[in-house]
């Protein structure tokens, strides 16, 4: 069981909007900035969104985090075929000392 | 350019031991942490710890605490993750990754870079 809970699939159609909800405890999403990070199947993940809502270069505005509380969400807008992938939030546990991960959210693009 | 370059895959028996590595170029070594994630078939990513190769303090997961040893040589930018005695439920993709340091309550470590990913197979 992950630490974090992330609903496992959301899909949309290509140009609309889909959020992936990430949620968690005071240790970790209610004391630390939520991490995002997206992996395309037998590749590697790729950071998404780090602290306070960047982006690394070369991620497109399209995709935005934001947090409330215990829980964050990933917002994609004009979804495109080449988001199919699977989406992982991530964030520090002052408890356990360590990053935790949320188990996944597949994306499909209909 | 930032880059992770770990070791190729390896196919073991229960029992046996195994060290993998991940040679870092393009950034500072030394003042940067750097980690290790699994990644199970199918399943999500789980972390297992970090290594600071300037003085070589380390920490970990509790849960892969005393199951595995992380360690780093700094004269040649690797960062090494070694198992002494296998086990089948450690087959799995693992991959190293830089962390940076931020602060907002307090200090956080972000997986920023990542390797390609090394696959373990540990047959029974």
């Known amino acids: 069981q992950s630490v974090l809970t992330q609903p496992p699939s959301a899909s949309g159609a290509p140009g609309q909007r889909v959020t992936i909800s990430c949620s968690g405890s005071s240790s970790n999403i209610g004391s630390h900035t939520v991490i995002w990070y997206h992996q395309l199947p037998g590749t590697a993940p790729k950071l998404l969104i780090y602290t306070k809502n960047q982006r690394p270069s070369g991620v497109p505005d399209r995709f935005s985090g934001s947090q409330s509380g215990t829980s964050a969400s990933l917002a994609i807008s004009g979804l495109q075929s080449e988001d199919e992938a699977d989406y992982y939030c991530a964030a520090w546990d002052d408890s356990l000392n360590g990053v935790v991960f949320g188990g996944g959210t597949k994306l499909t693009v209909l | 350019e930032v880059q992770l370059v770990q070791s190729g895959a390896e196919v073991k028996k229960s029992g046996e031991s195994l060290k993998i590595s991940c040679k870092g170029s393009g950034y500072s070594f030394t003042n940067y942490w750097i980690g290790w994630v699994r990644q199970r078939p199918g399943k999500g990513l789980e972390w297992m710890g970090i290594?600071?190769?300037?003085?070589?303090?380390?920490r970990y997961s509790p849960s892969f605490q005393g199951q595995v040893t992380i360690s780093a040589d700094k004269s040649i930018t690797t960062a090494y993750l070694k198992w002494s005695s296998l086990k089948a439920s450690d087959t799995a993709m693992y991959y190293c990754?830089?962390?940076?340091?931020?602060?907002?309550?307090?200090?956080?470590?972000?997986?920023?870079?990542w390797g390609q990913g090394t696959l373990v197979t540990v047959s029974s």
């Open positions: 290594i600071f190769p300037g003085d070589s303090d380390t």
């Open positions: 990754a830089r962390h940076e340091i931020y602060y907002d309550n307090s200090g956080y470590y972000v997986p920023d870079y």
